[in-house]
């Protein structure tokens, strides 16, 4: 099973690009890789998925390398309110290991 | 509000007791997912349903534990002779269902503690 490896908290300041990175070197070949956010006392919401090399949508970056045993979060221009843990997931259901895994989490916490 | 409830909100009990917690989905919803989490944890993946079929029991820690979803609509979560250990979040989350791990939707959670 892969097993994921994310940074325990980063720092950043309104206005800057906060790249967050994981690595799980153990990737199924049909494995996805998803981001989450979570806020305290709240349930994680999704941000982006991707399979391999970059997906982007109005929130987010995701770049994943061709190898797949890593992939970086790249939030634009965060704000305080970006302050949250963020998870990456690995896995795939339906498919082949109908497994989930989640990452322990990097806590953002964006300044002023 | 992400359009999946989770009842009850919180339950204590007593080392030894079953309990039950309930998921409703989004209701177009096939995938149901069960998870675990605990503080500074991200969540762990115990079991899921595609409609009401479940495919994958083998994240779920013991015996003790068991899930349905009889109507391929609203599930269940029992703990059965409840232990300290126990003592965690259990989340739900539904998705439309597809290839790999598609976006799911978490509901608010129900806090449990073993006493």
């Known amino acids: 099973l892969a097993k994921t490896t994310q940074p325990i908290s980063m720092d950043s300041y309104e206005g800057q690009e906060v790249n967050i990175t994981c690595s799980h070197n153990n990737i199924a070949t049909n494995d996805y890789i998803t981001w989450y956010q979570q806020f305290p006392s709240q349930g994680p919401r999704f941000i982006i998925q991707?399979?391999?090399t970059k997906v982007t949508n109005e929130v987010a970056s995701l770049f994943i390398p061709a190898d797949r045993k890593s992939s970086t979060l790249s939030l634009p221009r965060v704000s305080l309110s970006d302050t949250a843990v963020y998870y990456c997931l690995v896995g795939d259901i339906g498919g082949a290991t109908n497994k989930l895994i989640f990452g322990t989490g990097t806590l953002l916490a964006v300044q002023p | 509000d992400t359009g999946v409830s989770q009842d009850p909100r919180h339950k204590i009990t007593k080392r030894g007791q079953n309990v039950t917690f309930r998921c409703d989905p989004i209701?177009?919803?096939?995938?149901l997912y069960w998870y675990r989490q605990t503080l500074g944890q991200g969540p762990e993946f115990l079991t899921y349903?595609?409609?009401?079929?479940?495919?994958?029991k083998s994240g779920l820690p013991s015996d003790r534990f068991s899930a349905e979803r009889p109507e391929g609509s609203i599930s269940t979560l029992t703990i059965q002779r409840t232990e300290q250990r126990d003592s965690a979040m259990y989340r739900c989350?539904?998705?439309?269902?597809?290839?790999?791990?598609?976006?799911?939707?978490f509901g608010p959670g129900t806090r449990l503690t073993v006493t």
């Open positions: 989350a539904s998705s439309l269902g597809g290839t790999g791990g598609d976006e799911q939707y």
């Open positions: 991707g399979y391999k």
């Open positions: 209701s177009e919803h096939n995938r």
């Open positions: 349903f595609n409609y009401e079929a479940q495919p994958d």
